[in-house]
């Protein structure tokens, strides 16, 4: 008995075809169109959610400069009686010696801070004026404010 050599079907050529490779980019394309437009939105979260945070943060030391002065830096004296000893009437005469910010935050449009006192908010009103530096923006640009994080302020 001899051997003979079986044949087997030759493999077939591994691979996708050109409508599997369609499918996969279809379905791609579509995760695209979901999740870039939530991934965006990302950034100008992130932007209110710092300007929200150095906005309590600075409210904290105004705080303070209350508690050590009987009322908050006038809206001339502004933020840098945080910073340095006002110059400009009310002179506080209980100012900490190393003040009560090392330095003043920007906002994270690298926008300055708007204060005023007393604020028609409230006692003061602080605001960061977000993306398109102006008061008053909508949607993405829209204004960081004191009242709107803390309505005891």
Same mark, same amino acid.
């Not at 933020?79 to 906002?107: H, S």
């Not at 994270?108 to 028609?120: A, N």
């Not at 204004?143 to 302020?153: A, F």
């Given at each position: 008995?001899?051997?003979?050599?079986?044949?087997?079907?030759?493999?077939?050529?591994?691979?996708?075809?050109?409508?599997?490779?369609?499918?996969?980019?279809?379905?791609?394309?579509?995760?695209?169109?979901?999740?870039?437009?939530?991934?965006? &939105?990302?950034?100008?979260?992130?932007?209110?959610?710092?300007?929200?945070?150095?906005?309590?943060?600075?409210?904290?030391?105004?705080?303070?400069?209350?508690?050590?002065?009987?009322?908050?830096?006038?809206? &001339?004296?502004?933020?840098?009686?945080?910073?340095?000893?006002?110059?400009?009437?009310?002179?506080?005469?209980?100012?900490?010696?190393?003040?009560?910010?090392?330095?003043?935050?920007?906002?994270?449009?690298?926008?300055?801070?708007?204060?005023?006192?007393?604020?028609?908010?409230?006692?003061?009103?602080?605001?960061?004026?977000?993306?398109?530096?102006?008061?008053?923006?909508?949607?993405?640009?829209?204004?960081?404010?004191?009242?709107?994080?803390?309505?005891?302020?």
């Amino acid at each position: 008995m001899t051997m003979e050599a079986t044949q087997f079907p030759p493999k077939e050529a591994g691979g996708f075809t050109l409508i599997e490779i369609m499918v996969v980019i279809v379905i791609l394309g579509i995760l695209a169109t979901l999740i870039i437009p939530r991934v965006m &939105d990302r950034p100008d979260e992130a932007r209110r959610t710092k300007a929200a945070l150095d906005i309590q943060a600075i409210g904290q030391a105004l705080d303070l400069y209350r508690l050590d002065n009987h009322r908050y830096p006038s809206t &001339d004296q502004g933020l840098d009686a945080l910073v340095k000893k006002p110059t400009v009437e009310p002179i506080p005469k209980q100012w900490r010696q190393n003040g009560y910010l090392a330095k003043l935050p920007k906002d994270p449009w690298d926008g300055s801070y708007v204060y005023m006192s007393p604020g028609v908010h409230g006692e003061y009103d602080l605001v960061s004026m977000g993306a398109d530096a102006e008061l008053g923006g909508e949607g993405n640009a829209a204004d960081v404010e004191s009242w709107n994080l803390n309505p005891s302020k």
